[in-house]
Antibody
Framework: QLQLQESGPGLVKPSETLSLTCTVS??????????WGWIRQPPGKGLEWIGS???????YYNPSLKSRVTISVDTSKNQFSLKLSSVTAADTAVYYC?????????????????WGQGTLVTVSS | SSELTQDPAVSVALGQTVRITCQGD??????ASWYQQKPGQAPVLVIY???NRPSGIPDRFSGSSSGNTASLTITGAQAEDEADYYC????????????FGGGTKLTVL
């Protein structure tokens, strides 16, 4: 059974960089069939896609966050990571890592089928 | 980038059928996926693509799509189906970007 687990500081100061790691167990991050993504959810609000990465290192970022986001992968550790710079209180959220699959039957569909439990990151001085 | 629009709240009587909709231009080109999220828990994938259910998802959940609208139907809603539901799809820009809908709070009466 595939499992994902987020780790990192729960409190980050304004203007600093938020750093989180997602450890994948029960499967290989180097699978050619999947991307790996970060999604966040501010308290009481909806889901927001942050970005996705392929095991080769190819990345795609939400345009609204692109200038501040870096996602990287370490296949030797079966991990991928998120860095979000210059954080403000608006970046306070539960951050999830997830596996993204794709199927193509008449149309493409992207879906997140395995999720971590999420980790709350609070931006506060 | 694209946007996906969902009704903020929907209610259904226990045992009845409810449809939750998701609208957006990207849905003319790409299928949606649907997620159920209960308080304090991570989202769970319930439907993806034309009408695919992951293992373990009850068959009372089904999906459909027409034009710019995707729908999640729960046939015979149960008390445990009360949750927030989110749709997502590939962005219409077509470059692996993903967009989520704002979510629908489903209340089972």
């Amino acid at each position: 059974q595939l499992q994902l687990q987020e780790s990192g500081p729960g409190l980050v100061k304004p203007s600093e960089t938020l750093s989180l790691t997602c450890t994948v167990s029960g499967g290989s991050i180097s699978s050619s069939s999947y991307y790996w993504g970060w999604i966040r959810q501010p308290p009481g609000k909806g889901l927001e896609w942050i970005g996705s990465i392929y095991y080769s290192g190819s990345t795609y970022y939400n345009p609204s966050l692109k200038s501040r986001v870096t996602i990287s992968v370490d296949t030797s550790k079966n991990q991928f990571s998120l860095k979000l710079s210059s954080v403000t209180a608006a970046d306070t959220a539960v951050y999830y890592c997830a596996r993204r699959g794709t199927t193509v039957t008449l149309r493409v569909v992207h879906y997140f089928d395995y999720w971590g439990q999420g980790t709350l990151v609070t931006v506060s001085s | 980038s694209s946007e996906l629009t969902q009704d903020p709240a929907v209610s259904v009587a226990l045992g009845q059928t409810v449809r939750i909709t998701c609208q957006g231009d990207s849905l003319r080109s790409y299928y949606a996926s649907w997620y159920q999220q209960k308080p304090g828990q991570a989202p769970v994938l319930v439907i993806y693509g034309k009408n695919n259910r992951p293992s373990g998802i009850p068959d009372r959940f089904s999906g459909s799509s027409s034009g710019n609208t995707a729908s999640l139907t729960i046939t015979g809603a149960q008390a445990e189906d009360e949750a927030d539901y989110y749709c997502n799809s590939r962005d219409s820009s077509g470059n692996h970007h993903v967009v989520f809908g704002g979510g629908t709070k489903l209340t089972v009466l």
